[in-house]
């Protein structure tokens, strides 16, 4: 049994670096050696000088007995940069990232980082980093500086990416708004989650998986509260003519197409899911190296040994090709 991570990070140098500088964040180093990156109050982003090492990182996946990683950038991506920055630091993690996966075949495999400020930038972005880096799909944010993902402006990357039947793997931004989460670390903790539900929400009755239904998409986090609502969602389906605009069927059937991590961790909160979506939607994920988690989280679930190895990687294998 191949075990495969489809929700860990690419921890970049350089990035980080221009992350710092563009969204003039002050680095505060924590007694137990992270650096927290930090923004009146909150944490953006942070990191430990281990994350930088290919050598620990593949002995940690060594001692987990976790086989592959999926990689990306984690939040907040490239979208707080400039327009015009967004492109170049997109080439740049993505090329980072392609030779990183090159060096350790059979290990990692990377998803591309886009500029979505520019859609046509974009567009060149996903043709280049599968084309001629070989990158296996695409992560995005659940909003790109605020802007929802079903915006009419992205029409056209959903159409590429459904066209090339490319996975995309969401990853949380921090809400627009997080002025009255300024405490407990209150953005990362709860906001993310929001963001992820909302997003999806958004998506599903805006109609994006009902005009392109020929690609994979997968929800962080076990997609945050989104299966919990369904039916709620399903309801205003019933009620409300907005509601019905963009889809013609409920919205919990495109909820039960999508695919889900395991990175809600906790065993009830899995349990749920699997009744709720089915074994075939739902992938392995740690988080890595932010939460890092093995793969206890799963192979504790009282479920078939059938079941337990499509999520610990057969169904990630389908999704990416990989044999």
Known sequence: MTT??????????????????????????????????????????WTRPDMFSVEYRLADMAQKQI????????????????????????????????????????????????????VNASLRELDRSVQELGLKGVAIGSNVDGLPLNDARFEPLWARINALRLPVVEHPSFPRDTSDMGEFELPLRVGLMFDTTLMAARMIYAGIFERYPDFPFVLAHTGAALIMLMERLDNG???????????????????????????????????????AVGVSQIMFGTDDPFIGSDTSHVTRLKIPDADRAAILGGNAKRMFGLT
């Open 4 to 45: 495969i991570d489809i929700h860990a990070h690419y921890v970049d140098r350089r990035y980080l670096d221009g992350l710092t500088r563009a969204m003039r964040l002050a680095p505060e180093p924590t007694p137990d050696g992270k650096t927290l990156l930090r923004d009146r109050g909150a944490t953006i982003a």
């Open 237 to 275: 389906y019933r009620l409300f003519p907005d509601c019905r605009k963009f889809i013609d069927k409920l919205p919990s059937e495109y909820g039960k197409r999508l695919y889900y991590d395991t990175c809600a961790f906790g065993e009830q909160a899995l349990m749920f899911a699997i009744g």
């Open 67 to 118: 086989d592959m990683r999926v990689l990306s950038v984690s939040a907040p991506n490239v979208y707080p940069f400039p327009a015009a920055e967004q492109v170049e630091m997109a080439r740049h993690v993505n090329d980072a990232l392609a030779l990183y996966c090159r060096a350790h075949p059979g290990r990692f495999i990377g998803l591309a980082s886009l500029p979505l400020a520019d």
